[in-house]
């Protein structure tokens, strides 16, 4: 059972969230989104609790609100690249424009894939992992939530990715949340919690992690 009483996150400000497998990383991303339901508390956004949304209202909520980066990626395996970043445009019953297609494309192109015209299933795991990066960042939202965004890149692409998280975040003041193992990005964030059978540690053990 995760226990979130001490979690607090201000408007713009990034969060990594580490500790050891299976204490709850992913979980606690699923309940800040209103994906899964917390046993007990409340999850608060400003002032909107959102698990007192009905089902549809708390859908649109976290469309309009939340970019979020799965570790599992969540992509459609027969579109290309840029088909799966504009997939957001469709949940919010958008036709594509030129301008939100050329800001697919540079995302892409970031992201180091924008020549990549080939279904996603011909993709190594690195290169769908930075698809999934630039679908999450398409409308610029005001909260980014990632689980390992960096794991399955190489040094190189791990950079970019990370670069591309934060000048994102400091150009539309973002609030940016990520789970992650990965040392070189959790130094970069304005902070870093330790995550411990679903319990949020003292911070010194967080900074010592």
């Given amino acids: 059972m995760l226990d979130l009483r001490w979690l607090r ?8 969230v580490t500790g050891p497998s299976g204490s709850g990383k ?5 309940v800040l989104t209103g994906l899964d339901r917390p046993e007990r508390g409340e999850i608060r956004w400003g002032e909107q609790e959102i698990w007192r949304l009905p089902e549809g209202q708390r859908d649109r909520w976290r469309c309009r609100t939340v970019g979020f980066i799965f570790q599992e990626f969540n992509l459609f395996l027969t579109l290309s690249p840029l088909d799966n970043v504009l997939l957001p445009a469709s949940f919010r019953h958008l036709t594509p424009s030129r301008a ?15 020549g990549r015209r080939e279904p996603v299933a ?14 999450a960042l398409l409308f610029a939202p005001p909260v980014v939530v990632a689980d390992e965004p960096t794991a399955s890149l190489d040094v190189e692409a791990a950079g970019a990715v990370v670069d591309l998280l934060l000048s994102i975040r400091q150009r539309t003041n973002s609030t940016l949340v990520v789970v992650s193992h990965d040392r070189n990005l959790l130094d970069r964030l304005d902070r870093v919690e330790m995550l411990v059978n679903g319990q949020i540690v003292e911070p010194a053990l967080a900074t010592a992690w």
């Fill in 9 to 16: 996150v201000a408007a713009g400000e990034s969060v990594g």
């Fill in 26 to 30: 992913t979980s606690l991303l699923n």
């Fill in 100 to 114: 939100l297609r050329g800001r697919a494309q540079e995302l892409l192109e970031q992201v180091g894939l924008g």
């Fill in 122 to 135: 011909l993709l190594s795991r690195g290169e769908t992992q930075r698809v999934a990066v630039a679908r």
